[in-house]
């Protein structure tokens, strides 16, 4: 089945959303119980970590932990937003740069200026969005972002939603309060498929989409931790309390080149893998053994799929033992504990 389809849905009583590209499974939302990235608090400055350079904050959903304080005094109020999923045992990870972010606007309190996405590149059409920003903006002393898929939208709902996030940024930063509060909830998963899924789809909302569309053998398929690269051998994603482990076999090809042809599909498939299975922190691939000249090809091939990955990931680079490392932004619940 080609073409991009977006299900929304519920799964075990959790709303819901996956993406399929060509009749696979391509992205997945599920909502959780902790506190969903985007969250936005007025937080109470707790105690510092001195050692870690941060400090311990108190929020209505826990204890939450800020890096890089300066100035901060205990009992001080703060704005705060939740930048992704914690740990199992850990605070809530919250920056105090705050974003409002929407399907075509991101409004940046802390960052002024209107800006427009580089990958927008028609002269006219930037000339366009940069009016409708300059006079939804004026009366809003904060920075603006013009996403991408601006390109396809009608100025109208442009303006729309530049205006409701620009009034959401107004009303939380004006709000004069200093007691302990949740100001805005994150995103559910049915708000960000239509935030950050903004390629043509077909939308499916009819109850059991999941079951008529595949999506539940998708996730049966996910709770196993190899994913096959057919007669080129196959990858194993195993999760453990201090990072992610990804060991690349060649399977049964003993041909000189087995090698590197089986970390190019691991390069390939990795971020998708990632994705559906919501895994992130530390990441270290034990890749099948390649000839030192092949791994500026295998870098080059996982950059290039972590860039069209909208999760942010740093490629750390290689260790002494020849191992590959990672690091991804925890902004998805791990399926592990869903299905647990």
């Not at 009749?23 to 608090?41: F, H, M, V």
């Not at 603006?144 to 729309?160: F, G, K, N, V």
Request: hydrophobic share 45%.
């Amino acid at each position: 089945m080609k073409g991009r389809t977006i299900i929304l849905d519920h799964f075990e009583d959790r709303e819901a959303a996956a993406l399929m590209v060509d009749g696979k499974l391509s992205d997945l939302l599920i909502a959780g119980d902790a506190p969903a990235p985007g969250t936005i608090y007025r937080a109470i400055a707790d105690r510092p970590v001195k050692g870690q350079g941060g400090m311990f904050l108190k929020t209505p959903d826990g204890s939450a932990f800020l890096r890089q304080v300066k100035g901060l005094s205990p009992g001080q109020p703060l704005l705060v937003q939740v930048s992704g999923y914690a740990e199992e045992g850990k605070a809530i990870p919250v920056t105090q740069k705050v974003l409002f972010k929407s399907r075509y606007a991101i409004v940046t309190p802390d960052a002024p200026g209107l800006n427009i996405s580089r990958s927008i590149r028609d002269d006219d059409l930037r000339d366009e969005l940069m009016v409708i920003a300059k006079e939804v903006m004026q009366e809003h002393e904060m920075g603006l972002i013009l996403r991408s898929c601006c390109a396809d939208a009608s100025a109208e709902d442009i303006a729309e939603d530049i205006e409701e996030m620009a009034g959401l940024a107004d009303r939380v930063i004006n709000d004069e309060s200093t007691e302990m509060e949740m100001l805005v909830a994150g995103d559910a998963p049915h708000v960000l498929a239509w935030r950050d899924w903004t390629e043509t789809a077909e939308v499916v909302t009819e109850a059991g989409g999941f079951e008529d569309h595949g999506v539940l053998d998708f996730l049966e398929s996910a709770a196993d931790p190899f994913v096959s690269f057919g007669k080129s051998g196959g990858m194993y994603i195993e999760p453990t309390r201090a990072l992610i482990a990804v060991d690349v076999n060649t399977g049964n090809d003993a041909s000189l080149a087995a090698g590197i042809k089986a970390n190019m599909i691991c390069a390939r498939l990795l971020p998708q893998a990632l994705r559906v299975r919501g895994l992130a922190g530390q990441i270290t691939l034990d890749l099948a053994p390649m000839p030192k000249k092949d791994r500026r090809a295998f870098e080059t091939s996982l950059r290039a799929a972590f860039r069209a990955d909208d999760i942010e990931t740093a490629l750390v680079g290689w260790t002494p033992l020849g191992h590959f490392e990672l690091q991804r932004k925890r902004v998805r619940l791990p399926l592990s504990e869903i299905l647990a």
